[in-house]
T-cell receptor, first 112, second 114 residues
Framework: GDSVTQMEGPVTLSEEAFLTINCTYT??????LFWYVQYPGEGLQLLLK?????DKGSNKGFEATYRKETTSFHLEKGSVQVSDSAVYFC???????????FGTGTRLKVLA | DAGVTQSPTHLIKTRGQQVTLRCSPK?????VSWYQQALGQGPQFIFQ???????QRGNFPDRFSGHQFPNYSSELNVNALLLGDSALYLC?????????????FGSGTRLTVV
C-alpha cells in the first residue's frame, strides 16, 4: 500500500544553518505531496504542497520539489530560526482517495 | 475567523468505557475527517464525513464510530476503550471532499486510557 518514509530525528541545528529533511514515498498513481508542521500543543498546519511532478512548493522560506524519478519530496530551508523548532510531517494524498498518508514525523530543534 | 475547534482538550477514561469527542469545522467547511496520532507517530486516518455520511474509512475497528450533524460539526465515539486507544485525536476540516489543497486541523483531544 501507499507509504511515506521520513528521516528519523531529532534534527538539531544552530540558528541560520541549512535544513534538509528527507522524505520518500511509495504510491500507486500520481499522488499530491504535502509538508505539515506541528508546534508544541497544537494541531498540524499546512506548510507547503505540490500536486504534480517537478512542482516546487514553497512557504515561509521552506521549499520542496516533487521528484517523481526518485519518489522524493525533501524539505529544505536556507537559514533556520529558533521559531522553526517543531515536528515536520511529510504526507501524500493519492488521487481518488480522501485520506492522507503521513510519515512518522521529524522533530527539528534549532538552537540560538 | 475561528478555525477548527475540538473539545475536550484532555480526557482520562478507564478501560472498557466509552468516549465521545467533538469537533466544529472551520467556517465555510463542510467535510470533517478524524485522525488518531499515537505518541511519536504520524496521524492515522480514521474516517471522513460529508453530507452527514461516512465517505471513507481507515483501518480502525467498528468500536470507532462517528456522526456529522446538519451544521457540519462532528463527533467521534469510541466504545470498549483499550489502553492502546490512548492518543491525540485530531479533527480536520475541508471543503466538499477537496483535500489536495490541505486540511485545517484542530489542536486535538488528548485521550488517556488507564
Amino acid at each position: 500500500g501507499d507509504s511515506v518514509t521520513q528521516m528519523e530525528g531529532p534534527v538539531t541545528l544552530s540558528e541560520e544553518a541549512f535544513l534538509t529533511i528527507n522524505c520518500t514515498y511509495t504510491a500507486t498513481g500520481y499522488p499530491s505531496l504535502f509538508w505539515y508542521v506541528q508546534y508544541p500543543g497544537e494541531g498540524l498546519q499546512l506548510l507547503l504542497k505540490a500536486t504534480k511532478a517537478d512542482d516546487k512548493g514553497s512557504n515561509k522560506g521552506f521549499e520542496a520539489t516533487y521528484r517523481k524519478e526518485t519518489t522524493s519530496f525533501h524539505l529544505e530551508k536556507g537559514s533556520v530560526q529558533v521559531s522553526d523548532s517543531a515536528v515536520y510531517f511529510c504526507a501524500l494524498l493519492t488521487s481518488g482517495t480522501y485520506k492522507y498518508i503521513f510519515g512518522t514525523g521529524t522533530r527539528l530543534k534549532v538552537l540560538a | 475567523d475561528a478555525g477548527v475547534t475540538q473539545s475536550p482538550t484532555h480526557l482520562i477514561k478507564t478501560r472498557g468505557q466509552q468516549v465521545t469527542l467533538r469537533c466544529s469545522p472551520k467556517s465555510g467547511h463542510d467535510t470533517v475527517s478524524w485522525y488518531q496520532q499515537a505518541l511519536g507517530q504520524g496521524p492515522q486516518f480514521i474516517f471522513q464525513y460529508y453530507e452527514e455520511e461516512e465517505r471513507q474509512r481507515g483501518n480502525f475497528p467498528d468500536r470507532f464510530s462517528g456522526h456529522q450533524f446538519p451544521n457540519y460539526s462532528s463527533e467521534l465515539n469510541v466504545n470498549a476503550l483499550l489502553l492502546g486507544d490512548s492518543a491525540l485525536y485530531l479533527c480536520a476540516s475541508s471543503l466538499r471532499l477537496v483535500t489536495e489543497y490541505g486540511y485545517t486541523f484542530g489542536s486535538g483531544t488528548r485521550l488517556t486510557v488507564v
